[in-house]
T-cell receptor, first 115, second 116 residues
């Protein structure tokens, strides 16, 4: 089945540690996105990539980094500079352009907590 | 910058009752508007979207939404709620420009509880 796979489902970070969240898609989608979800705040865009080897900062990029070396993969690293990393992280992808393709496909998310 | 407000944090309805979830947006031009639904611990699924044309749009699972420019609203409705509709619902907006694909601004979400 085609879809977006996020791993791990739960992740714990120690003080001063960098952690990487995995996002893989087999939908052949060009664009991929990382959103952060906090209770009562909706989702906020961290980074996005419209094409391989290119990515852009979203609204809350500080303390995060990404790479897009392959079309299928868009990993997110939460660095030690992110002082409040506890949140639910959602990866999404989109195919093509035009209103017909105005639909984000989401993974099942990774819950990151600080030890 | 655009913004989205969902005034109701939590709504409880009885199964079979009608439902309306409110969404107000702030944006200068005609926005692209969306409703997504999220089951606990899961990702989001698109219910419906609006850009132009008929202001009443139909979506999946029997949902519909009406765009009212004069009220800056895009409320979600369903005539008869099923227990499986219990979830969190998000309204979202994005700029109309081509570089804004996928760059959504989400509301805070409304949690729907359905009583049998």
């Amino acid at each position: 089945d085609g879809g977006i796979t996020q791993s791990p489902k739960y992740l714990f970070r120690k003080e001063g540690q960098n952690v990487t969240l995995s996002c893989e898609q087999n939908l052949n989608h060009d664009a991929m996105y990382w959103y952060r979800q906090d209770p009562g705040q909706g989702l906020r865009l961290i980074y996005y990539s419209q094409i391989v080897n290119d990515f852009q900062k979203g609204d809350i990029a500080e303390g995060y980094s990404v790479s897009r070396e392959k079309k299928e993969s868009f990993p997110l690293t939460v660095t030690s500079a992110q002082k409040n990393p506890t949140a639910f992280y959602l990866c999404a992808s989109r195919h093509g352009t035009g209103f017909t393709n105005e639909k984000l496909f989401f993974g099942s998310g990774t819950q990151l907590s600080v030890l | 910058a655009q913004s989205v407000t969902q005034p109701d944090i939590h709504i409880t309805v009885s199964e079979g009752a009608s439902l309306e979830l409110r969404c107000n947006y702030s944006y200068g031009a005609t926005p692209y508007l969306f409703w997504y639904v999220q089951s606990p611990g899961q990702g989001l699924q698109l219910l419906l979207k609006y850009f132009s044309g008929d202001t009443l749009v139909q979506g999946i699972k029997g949902f519909e939404a009406e765009f009212k420019r004069s009220q800056s609203s895009f409320n979600l409705r369903k005539p008869s709620v099923h227990w499986s509709d219990a979830a969190e619902y998000f309204c979202a907006v994005r700029n109309a420009g081509g570089t804004s694909y996928g760059k959504l601004t989400f509301g805070q979400g409304t949690i729907l509880t359905v009583h049998p």
